[in-house]
């Protein structure tokens, strides 16, 4: 089986930063395409940036200049560094991994369990 465990979330001020990470572990044989998703109360769960196996990323527009995703390879784990907070930020974020188990022969998504991010003064 495979596990994503995240952490580093809280409570942040305006104008603050987080840093979340997200570990995966099990019978990994390779991840291609690791991301971070959001959601908000009330709204459906939007992506909030993905990086590649070659770290190649993108980021959603509201995101772009303050987030910054980057994984390492080796620990199978994705950050997410989170700068210049706002409000808006706050929802709960979630990791996926796209990954390969060992012996099998497709991919397949896996998810986190959620950390809170709330953003207030």
């Known amino acids: 089986q495979v596990q994503l465990v995240e952490s580093g979330g809280g409570l942040v001020q305006p104008g603050g930063s987080l840093r979340l990470s997200c570990a995966a572990s099990g019978s990994i044989f390779s991840i291609s395409v690791m991301g971070w998703y959001r959601q908000a109360p009330g709204k459906q769960r939007e992506l909030v940036a993905l990086i590649t196996g070659i770290s190649s990323t993108t980021y959603t527009d509201s995101v772009k200049g303050r987030f910054t995703i980057t994984r390492d390879n080796a620990k199978n784990t994705v950050y997410l560094q989170m700068n210049s907070l706002k409000p808006e930020d706050t929802a709960v974020y979630y990791c996926?991994?796209?990954?390969?188990?060992?012996?099998?022969?497709?991919?397949?998504?896996?998810w986190g369990q959620g950390t809170q991010v709330t953003v207030s003064s």
């Open positions: 996926n991994a796209h990954l390969r188990l060992i012996g099998a022969t497709s991919y397949t998504t896996y």
